[in-house]
């Protein structure tokens, strides 16, 4: 199966600790976008990159996140010194070029972060 | 900026009927597309329909069909035959093709629960 896949699945850390997510898209996918999902609700937008260009990051993105997509292939996403209000669920997802289909975008497992 | 209602926290349907997923949204723009995904529990995310904003047909895919009413900004899900597998939560989402993110814009969410 080659769907968009993220590493690790789960990720239990201290509050103040860095983590890392990482995000691999479909192959040929240029477009990549990260969403937070926080429980009972829908996800909501965070970042996007076209290539290795981010193009737009929402108000969420606090400074202390940063997002990478270094050779247009994988995403990394970063969060330093976490916060309890950093739980949640991380969602990637990625949609080809150019597209027929309504820019359908393919959506990754989720990391599921815990910040104690 | 554009807002996606999902009125209906949860629902439930018997198995074998049709239930209808409601969805409404606010936008000044002509040109749209909008989505329905589902996230079964523990699984990632897929698209279940989509529809052009452009096109007046109503969209089906197999035994999903929706009703969409583009000047009442509705956009409603209608599952025939229900299925144990439909069990999920359903996301109806908002994209502007022509915005510089292209990202999703999702609802709240409704927790669909079909009984034996």
């Known amino acids: 199966d080659t769907g968009v896949s993220q590493d690790p699945r789960h990720k239990i850390t201290k509050r103040g600790q860095n983590v890392t997510f990482r995000c691999d898209p479909i192959s040929e996918h240029n477009r990549l976008y990260w969403y937070r999902q926080t429980l009972g609700q829908g996800p909501e937008f965070l970042t996007y990159?076209?290539?290795?260009?981010?193009?737009?990051k929402s108000r969420l993105l606090s400074d202390r996140f940063s997002a990478e997509r270094p050779k247009g292939s994988f995403s990394t996403l970063e969060i330093q010194r976490t916060e309890q209000g950093d739980s949640a669920m991380y969602l990637c997802?990625?949609?080809?070029?150019?597209?027929?289909?309504?820019?359908?975008?393919?959506f990754g497992p989720g990391t599921r972060l815990t910040v104690l | 900026a554009q807002t996606v209602t999902q009125s209906q926290p949860e629902m439930s349907v018997q198995e074998a009927e049709t239930v209808t997923l409601s969805c409404t949204y606010d936008t000044s723009e002509n040109n749209y597309y909008l989505f329905w995904y589902k996230q079964p529990p523990s699984r990632q995310m897929i698209l279940v329909i989509r529809?052009?904003?452009?096109?007046?047909q109503n969209a089906t895919e197999n035994r999903f069909s929706v009703n969409f009413q583009k000047a009442a900004k509705s956009f409603s899900l209608k599952i025939s035959d229900s299925q144990l597998g439909d069990t999920a939560m359903y996301f109806c989402?908002?994209?502007?093709?022509?915005?510089?993110?292209?990202?999703?814009?999702f609802g709240k969410g409704t927790k669909l629960s079909v009984k034996p």
């Open positions: 989402a908002f994209m502007n093709p022509g915005g510089s993110q292209g990202n999703l814009i």
């Open positions: 990159f076209q290539n290795e260009a981010q193009l737009e």
């Open positions: 997802a990625s949609s080809p070029p150019t597209s027929g289909r309504g820019n359908e975008q393919f």
């Open positions: 529809q052009e904003a452009y096109k007046q």
